[in-house]
Nanobody
Framework: QVQLVEYGGGLVQAGGSLRLSCVAS????????MGWFRQAPGKEREFVGA???????YYTDSVKGRFTISRDNAKSTVYLQMNSLKPEDTAVYYC????????????????WGQGTQVTVSS
C-alpha cells in the first residue's frame, strides 16, 4: 500500500513558478512510476506528466518546456516544477503511483494523493 500527500499548491500570477511535492509512504518508492494529473473546474482530469522508476520522463504537449518532473528516491518524493504558469494551468493537481513504468491513462495508476489547488491569476 502506498499513501501519497501533495504539497506546494497556491496562488501565483501568470508567468510565475510553483513547485509541487508529492511524498510517498512505504519502502518501495523507487520501484514506482509517478504521474501528475490535474483537473480544472468543469473538466475531466487530465495527464500532465510522469516519471518512470528509472527516470524516464514524459509530458503532455501543453506543459513541455515549462514543467519538469523529478524524483528523490531517498526522500520518497516526486516534484513538479512549474514555470511560466498560465491561467489555463489553474486546476487541482494530483500525484499518482503505479509499479515500474509510467502510463498516460489515469486508470493505470493504483494510488492517488488528495490533490492540491494551483490557481494562476492573469
Amino acid at each position: 500500500q502506498v499513501q501519497l500527500v501533495e504539497y506546494g499548491g497556491g496562488l501565483v500570477q501568470a508567468g510565475g513558478s510553483l513547485r509541487l511535492s508529492c511524498v510517498a509512504s512505504g519502502r518501495t518508492f523507487s520501484t514506482y512510476a509517478m504521474g501528475w494529473f490535474r483537473q480544472a473546474p468543469g473538466k475531466e482530469r487530465e495527464f500532465v506528466g510522469a516519471i518512470s522508476w528509472s527516470g524516464i520522463r514524459y509530458y503532455t504537449d501543453s506543459v513541455k518546456g515549462r514543467f519538469t518532473i523529478s524524483r528523490d528516491n531517498a526522500k520518497s518524493t516526486v516534484y513538479l516544477q512549474m514555470n511560466s504558469l498560465k491561467p489555463e494551468d489553474t486546476a487541482v493537481y494530483y500525484c499518482a503511483a503505479r509499479y515500474r513504468d509510467y502510463a498516460l491513462l489515469q486508470y493505470a495508476y493504483s494510488y492517488w494523493g488528495q490533490g492540491t489547488q494551483v490557481t494562476v491569476s492573469s
